[in-house]
């Protein structure tokens, strides 16, 4: 059998084979290989490793040769690299090492803290600066906001807050709504949490929801600036069941976005454990349960008042010092905040005064709290001078303070006014000064708008009433009283009073929902 010569060309690698062996005898042969490996000159641009085969067919010797394939370059330069072992820049740290490391970095953060007077006790576990440098710039910045040692004492884990990821861009956020600089100090003292917020998922959404409530967009700094803790409420939580229940009780669904900026602190008051007890007390003191609404719709403060600690307290004090159980409705609709401030005090002191200047009794102080309660926050000279006013007008200590337990309002009018209502009484309608004993509210009517043109009509008529007759009504009323052929007695010693229905009448002014600041307590 003869072979002949044949070439065979395969992909990637080529095979090359010559044989010329004209004739193949089947004996005994001996084989022998020989393996040389090669690497050419121009091996870079070579696909393989060239291998020559010799081999004796029958006392012929063939030679044979091949491009290995790609695997077979791989294979070499793989055993190549075994052989070498270059030297190392970089060895890489075990995690012992590592474990080691930030132990003692963070001792030495500690130790640093610990000299400024920082207590680190409530950092384990937080992620922390891993040098005292970038520790220090925090420490730093936090003093430029204007919080002190204790400060950060007392919310420790402000100090896990990056400047550059944390603080700024939540400090901008709030300038650009806003909030001003001069309060960060404060707000940062109330609620430090708000540095470690998300501007996009946590504060963004609040103050979304916020305008959602009627708060005007102008008006919002304001409302963080004085409940910043609202940042961290919940959206769907108190903020909304509180606000829910004030427009179920009758609170002016428009109203509720004055509501809420004047007194933020509603969002945070739990239904059931503060608001909703809060007006149940007041309802069974008799106040109606929509002339509980108006009241906090005017004075929204009012449901901070608590409940155990002051306002049950206050209401006991009162029925201590001679007011009636049954003016107490009248009292709280006339002044609010008798029920919030530290009330014993002011009623003994206000007592002892008005017993000092015109010798009231302990039994009639009770009677002048239940006509005007804003007695108790009534400055001393205030009422000093109007008691010494009266009195040189020629009023007796007696009727000074008959006038004072009939109309108490005597003690708090500005006096310039009263001097000039008083001159037109004795002047033009020449009347005895028991008709102001008698009638000591003469002083709480418009001069111009009231007494002046009331009184001319009656002297052109030639009627003889008393001061109450004249005064002590509306002018539709005092229309009517003209065509009366006599004077009734009940109608000229009527006196004015405070009427729980009024407070319950529909509003129809204008919403106050624009951000106004508190009055003090004091009142005059």
Known sequence: MKIRSCVGITKPSLLLVHSELPALTFHKTKLTWTSTLRFPSNYERTSGSVTTFHCSVAGRTGASSSVSSSSSKSNTVHLSRKQVKPSSLYSRPSLSNMKKEKI???????????????????????????????????????????????????????????VKKNMIPVLDYLGKLGVRKSTFTEFLRRYPQVLHASVVVDLAPVVKYLQGLDIKPNDIPRVLEKYPEVLGFKLEGTMSTSVAYLVGIGVSRREVGGVLTKYPEILGMRVGRVIKPFVEYLEGLGIPRLAIARLIEKRPHILGFGLEERVKPNVASLLEFNVRKASLPSIVAQYPEIIGIDLKPKLLGQRSLIQSIIDLEPEDFGTVVEKMPQIVSLSNTSMVKHADFLKGCGFSLQQVRSMVVECPQILA?????????????????????????????????????????????????????????LLNCSDEKFKERLNYDTIEMEEMETMPSFDMNSLMEPRSDESDSDYEEDSDDEYA
């Open 413 to 469: 009018l500005n006096l310039d006014i009263m001097k000039l209502s008083f001159d037109y009484f004795q002047m033009e309608m020449q009347r005895p000064l028991d008709d102001l004993v008698a009638f000591p509210a003469f002083f709480t009517y418009g001069l111009e708008s009231t007494v002046k043109p009331r009184d001319k009509i009656v002297a052109k008529k030639g009627f003889k009433c008393s001061l109450s007759w």
């Open 104 to 162: 003692a970095n963070r001792a030495t953060v500690y130790e640093f803290l610990r000299v400024l007077g920082i207590i680190p006790d409530e950092l384990d576990g937080l992620e922390l600066p891993v040098t005292v440098e970038v520790m220090q710039e925090r420490i730093d910045f936090l003093h430029k906001l204007g919080l002190t040692i204790e400060d950060i004492n007392n919310y420790p884990l402000v100090l896990g807050c990056s």
